[in-house]
């Protein structure tokens, strides 16, 4: 969702179709990549120098026998009750998971951000530290920012991390087997990037990721089960409108290295993927294309097999869907709630929830949340139940409600309200089963934004 050319304007979906390319680059990211050959933020371009291999710093974090995992979407991949390095200021005990915190099911405020941002990344490190991300402090990626923050949940304070190599808005994260955190793509001054960089937490640095075949930006990242990550979809800019992509490529963590991976069946971006207990990966909706008023919302599914590196189509969804939230369920099926359907001013929010089974490849109904929600925060705590906060009503109104679903009964539950209303935030399940909410946009057009962060303690089932 960025700066449209001013004929379309839209209320709370627009797409960043800029047209200035970009004309400065940090210096520093300069030094790291120029020596390669030639910067390149253009896209749709087969010149692209070769990928940018970046090992491990001296004294970076370290563990390769950590397993991977993942929870794409707004959010990015944690590793739960992994073993937390010597010194740490997480809150488990080395080899330990921690003990659950029961609430009320209300939120509470604690330390904002130092910096009143939206559309960030964000991604849970092993030490049960979150990190928010780059971001933009205004409508657009030429807002966007460079700055990295971490939030220690022992002491419900935020610290400043190192910045990242170049700004970048709506990013993708992930954080990888070893404990770095990888982003990628993005969008600045109005043009989606094909830079990646990787955070090393064990001395605070990023290093270059090599480069992506294709920029793209508001599309998913995901952790295979072999520890490589899978790049799918993500917009492309388009005068005089804006399009998706199909196309999908695959980083190796060992190597530094992106490759080409199989396309997708259909072009999507501001879709969910999520990783499947079988090692497969399953898209839903997205956007296809925008242009102006007019644009083209999917309800396709399909499913990615990287032992194959190719894609079959999986069951569609019973109604179309983009900026939606997508969870794993406990017990292997996928939650999937919200969104819009449709790229006009005609479209309010689902409040619709559906859930895909990998074993019979259906999908079955289930209880519709209390509101419609598009652009909200969803993630799944640690007792299976997931939750879902803010964003857009149906009204184009941002919202302060939650609400838990739990997957035992198929029903969804008031819980109490944010401080502040926000959509898209950056949201994270800590290790302790709460849930911190952080940043965000106080309006459909993200005129406004916030530096409040909260976190949301349930209460027990």
């Known amino acids: ?63 390769p026998t950590a397993a991977p995992g993942g929870t794409p979407g707004l959010g990015a991949s944690s590793v739960p009750g992994a073993s937390l390095p010597a010194g740490s200021s997480g809150s488990a005990a080395a080899g330990q998971s921690p003990k659950l915190v029961v609430g009320n099911g209300t939120w509470a405020q604690v330390d904002p951000l130092p910096q009143a941002l ?26 966007a920012v460079a700055s990295a923050t971490m939030f220690d949940p022992a002491t419900n304070r935020w610290s400043p991390a190192t910045p990242m190599l170049q700004p970048r808005a709506y990013a993708m994260a992930v954080t990888l087997a070893d404990g770095s955190v990888l982003v990628a793509g993005g969008s600045r001054n109005g043009q ?52 998706s992509t199909s196309s999908t490529e695959v980083f ?27 090692g497969r990966v399953l898209v839903t909706g997205g956007a296809t294309t925008y242009q102006g008023d007019v644009g083209s919302v999917t309800a396709t599914a399909e499913l990615y097999d990287p032992k194959s590196n190719s894609w079959r189509h999986a069951a569609s969804m019973s109604t179309p869907r983009y900026v939606h939230g997508a969870a794993l369920l406990t017990d292997g099926r996928v939650l999937v ?10 479209d309010p929010s ?44 149906p009204a184009y109104k941002v919202q302060a409600g939650s609400e838990l679903y739990d997957p035992v009964s198929g029903f969804w539950q008031p819980m109490g309200n944010l401080a502040a209303p926000v959509m898209w935030p950056a949201i994270q399940a800590l290790p302790d089963g709460r849930v911190l909410m952080a940043s965000g946009a106080l309006d459909a057009l993200a005129a406004h934004v916030t530096a409040v962060c909260e976190i949301f303690a349930p209460a027990p089932r």
């Open 337 to 346: 709630a919200g969104g819009w359907y449709a790229t006009s001013n005609t």
């Open 252 to 278: 190796d963590p060992k190597t530094g290295a992106w490759s080409i991976g199989a396309p997708m069946e259909v072009e999507r971006a501001r879709h969910t993927a999520t990783l499947l207990p079988d």
């Open 118 to 143: 939206w559309a960030t990344a964000s991604a849970s490190l092993r030490d049960g530290r979150i990190m928010v991300i780059g971001g933009a402090t205004g409508e657009s990626s030429f807002d």
């Open 1 to 63: 969702m960025e700066r449209p050319d001013p004929v379309s304007r839209r209320r709370g979906r627009t797409f960043e179709s800029g047209t200035l390319p970009i004309l400065l680059i940090d210096a520093l990211a300069l030094l790291l990549v120029v020596a390669s050959g030639p910067a390149a933020f253009l896209y749709l371009d087969s010149s692209h120098p070769s990928p940018i291999v970046a090992t491990a710093p001296p004294g970076a974090q370290s563990s």
């Open 192 to 243: 989606p990037l094909d830079t990646a960089e990787r955070y090393y937490p064990g001395n605070g640095s990023w290093v270059a990721a090599g480069r992506l075949n294709l920029p793209r930006t508001q599309g998913t990242l995901t952790v295979l089960q072999d520890g490589r990550v899978l790049a799918a979809g993500g917009g492309v800019e388009g005068t005089p409108g804006w399009t």
């Open 350 to 393: 689902h409040e619709t929830a559906e859930i895909y089974d990998p074993a019979t490849d259906r999908w079955s109904a289930t209880a519709s949340m209390a509101d419609g929600r598009a652009e909200f925060g969803l993630v799944k705590l640690p007792d299976g139940r997931v939750l879902a906060a803010g964003g857009d009503d």
